[in-house]
């Protein structure tokens, strides 16, 4: 299995930024997933970005709500995860949390309750 830990959330103002690292051990070379996913309060655990390695082909996507301020990104090198979070608002306020799976498709990705291996998660507050 593989073992993931998140770092780098904090507290900052609304506008601000953000960059969220998961170092990873065990995460398979090619055919998986890692995501990024928050989680607030009162409310149901959302995705907010995947990266998909299907054989030599890499794939993004965001959820509608971060499309344009939030980055996902691997150092393959440093087999680490990152979500750079920019124009943050206070609705970004959660507990973030990556995961990853072995696939088959990248679609797959999207399929949270299906992710094999979890972070603790790392807290993000936005304030106004």
């Known amino acids: 299995q593989a073992q993931l830990a998140e770092s780098g959330g904090g507290s900052v103002q609304a506008g601000g930024s953000l960059r969220l690292s998961c170092a990873a051990s065990?995460?398979?070379?090619?055919?998986?997933?890692m995501g990024w996913f928050r989680q607030s309060p009162g409310k149901e655990r959302e995705g907010v970005a995947y990266l998909a390695y299907i054989d030599s082909f890499s794939e993004t996507t965001y959820a509608d709500s971060v499309k344009g301020r939030f980055s996902i990104s691997k150092d393959n090198a440093k087999n680490t995860l990152y979500l750079e979070m920019t124009s943050l608002k206070p609705e970004d306020t959660a507990m973030y949390y990556c995961a990853t799976m072995r696939v088959v498709l990248s679609l797959q990705c999207a399929r949270d309750n299906e992710y094999t291996d979890w972070g603790q998660g790392t807290q993000v507050t936005v304030s106004s």
């Open positions: 065990g995460v398979a070379s090619s055919n998986y997933c």
